[in-house]
């Protein structure tokens, strides 16, 4: 299969990345010749496991972790589901839970069917968010309760970029007794992070959104917090999650933190000067376009704009006629018509909610790139709302 990657313009980055060519270098041998089982007691096999070994300091050292802290998991949504569930079995006489209403489906579904997996009846608080997707802080403190057993909020959300005070938020639950995850599926590599300075006690992470493979994750559990194995098997990650261990990927993952270690500031600050100028020539050359989530307080790649009365599905087919790749904030796909929950929960309406285009940017975008879709996406829009009832109403 020919993917003609060269010839797409792939701003869809918080779905998933390009593998670096240094990840895919550092890889292959465990893809081919080494393929030793690291639990082996021969050579051909022991090695193999100093390689896992090397991946768990390159991961801790970009979160500011121990190395014993950190176990690999198959993906991001593994990692928070061994998060929150390991919470409500450590502390079973706890049966509330803390989240927000625009959290990914990784921990808005587990939390839905809580009461299904732990045989017990769980009260779920999930905190609404203001119109520009940020938390209002005293409403957190309100819902923090004696039986709350863990509070899971993402640090960055996927649709708007939108970062949440975590570090803030984990204090606070500490100091009520209370354990912390974050889901920071988005946020590794794209901004700073030290857990060693924080009361976070689990975070999760997926290689695929930071330039290494898909099927890899980590939770990063804190020393001393209370942790059951979700996956029990044999004795793999300290007898912590059980299953051969994905080795080729666990390298992957390692190189792709130290890259994303060793050139975060300088390319994250490119990325966000191709963001701007994107998100500032859309807003200015589109009219009746609107930004979702704040303006600031956000991931440097990402930006969420609403087209009024047009379909962001329509949008985004008319955009894969130029090869750009981004996503939408609608998902007629479920046959729902319903905006996204996030947009949802922003109070977005309707009317922009439906023509929202999410554009997630990553180091191996240009301004070049930028330009085309600048100079594309007026047209399309005008052409949409051409046919749009809603717009020849207005
Ligand atoms: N959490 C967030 C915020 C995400 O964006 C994603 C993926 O889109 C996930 C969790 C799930 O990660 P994975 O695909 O590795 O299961």
Known sequence: MNCEADKVIYMDN????????????????????CYGNPSSMY???????????KARGQVAKLLGAEDSEVIFT???????????????????????????????????NLCE?????????????????????????????????????????????????????????????????IL??????QAVGKIPINLGELDIDFLS???????AP???????????TPFVPFLAGGHQEEGRRGGTENVASIVGLGKACELAGEK??????????????????????VPKSMLNGHKTDRLPNTTNVSFEFVEGEAILLHMNLYNICASSGSACTSGSLEPSHVLRAMGVPFTAAHGSIRFSLSIYNTDAEVDFVLEKMPPIIAELRKMSPFWKAE
């Open 214 to 224: 898909k099927g890899v994750g980590v939770l990063c559990v804190k020393r001393g």
């Open 43 to 53: 050579n051909f096999g022991g090695q193999v496991g100093k390689v896992i070994t």
């Open 113 to 177: 069917n809580l009461d299904r997996l732990t045989g017990h009846k769980h009260r779920v608080t999930r905190l609404q968010v203001e119109s520009d997707g940020t938390l209002d802080m005293a409403r957190y403190e309100e819902a923090l309760a004696d039986d709350t057993a863990i509070v899971s909020v993402m640090w960055a959300n996927n649709e708007t970029g939108v970062i949440f005070p975590v570090e803030k938020m984990a204090a606070m639950a500490k100091e009520r007794g």
């Open 205 to 211: 992470l997926s290689g695929h959104k930071l330039h």
């Open 14 to 33: 918080n779905a998933t990345t390009r593998i670096a060519p240094e990840v895919v270098d550092a890889m292959m041998p465990f893809l081919t010749d």
């Open 180 to 185: 912390f995850h974050t889901d920071a599926v």
């Open 74 to 108: 198959s993906c991001g949504t593994e990692s928070d589901s061994t998060a929150i569930l390991s919470a409500l079995q450590a502390f079973p006489e706890k049966r509330h839970i803390v989240t927000t209403r625009v959290e990914h489906p990784a921990v808005k």
């Open 264 to 285: 975060m500031e300088e390319e994250n600050s490119r990325v966000k000067k191709m963001r701007d100028r994107l998100e500032e020539g859309l807003l200015a050359s």
